[in-house]
Nanobody, 118 residues
């Protein structure tokens, strides 16, 4: 069993920055990938960025060049540096982790709110 807790959300003006953190606890030994998704009310949850412990990172186009994902395989933690924030980035951001053999994210946090004002 794995638990994920996000932190670092808040309210900023457009163009500002935030750094999100996610820490995994429980049986974390077999986690091999972590990432972030986001969701706004009435809309689908969207993938944002992810990484595995081999160093591979991947981003959706709407954040590429503005957000940077990083992690610590020993600590089983993942971070999301968000720069040049836009009002449309406003959402609840969810941390995700995978220890599944078929490479699917099977653990999710409760989310942290990010609000970008214009």
């Amino acid at each position: 069993q794995v638990q994920l807790v996000e932190s670092g959300g808040g309210s900023v003006q457009a163009g500002g920055s935030l750094r999100l953190s996610c820490a995994a606890s429980g049986r974390t030994f077999n986690i091999h990938a972590m990432g972030w998704s986001r969701q706004v009310p009435g809309k689908e949850r969207d993938f944002v960025a992810g990484m595995n412990w081999s160093g591979t990172t991947y981003y959706e186009n709407f954040v590429k060049g503005r957000f940077t994902i990083s992690g610590d395989s020993a600590k089983k933690a993942v971070y999301l540096q968000m720069d040049s924030l836009k009002p449309e980035d406003t959402a609840i951001y969810y941390c995700a982790a995978s220890d599944s053999v078929d490479y699917e994210y099977n653990y999710w946090g409760q989310g942290t709110q990010v609000t970008v004002s214009s």
